[in-house]
């Protein structure tokens, strides 16, 4: 089994910043994706950022230019910085993550959501 474990949202005015982090354990062997979906109430989820093995990232055009996402290997660990909030980017705030166990086979894991509310 894999846990994910969200933290770092809040409350922040217009223009702030906010650093998202997930941490990923449990019977991890291997990552190939890592990344953020967000909710809002009324709306659909939404991707916002993936990272994929290797480095390779991708963005929904609403965030491109204010979020960057990274990751730390060591650490199985995921980061959402996020910069010049909006209240439109307000919602909860989802990581997802596909992994497998040694010889196992690949499966996805959802955080468990933070909250993330910008205020005007």
């Known amino acids: 089994q894999v846990q994910l474990v969200e933290s770092g949202g809040g409350l922040v005015q217009a223009g702030g910043s906010l650093r998202l982090s997930c941490a990923a354990s449990g019977n991890i062997f291997s990552i190939d994706y890592m990344g953020w979906y967000r909710q809002a109430p009324g709306k659909q989820r939404e991707l916002v950022t993936i990272?994929?093995?290797?480095?390779?990232?991708n963005y929904a055009d609403s965030v491109k230019g204010r979020f960057t996402i990274s990751r730390d290997y060591a650490k199985n660990t995921v980061y959402l910085q996020m910069d010049s909030l909006k209240p439109e980017d307000t919602a909860v705030y989802y990581c997802?993550?596909?992994?497998?166990?040694?010889?196992?086979?690949?499966?996805?894991?959802w955080g468990q959501g933070t909250q993330v509310t910008v205020s005007s």
């Open positions: 997802n993550v596909r992994s497998r166990p040694r010889l196992g086979t690949w499966s996805d894991y």
């Open positions: 990272i994929i093995s290797g480095g390779s990232t």
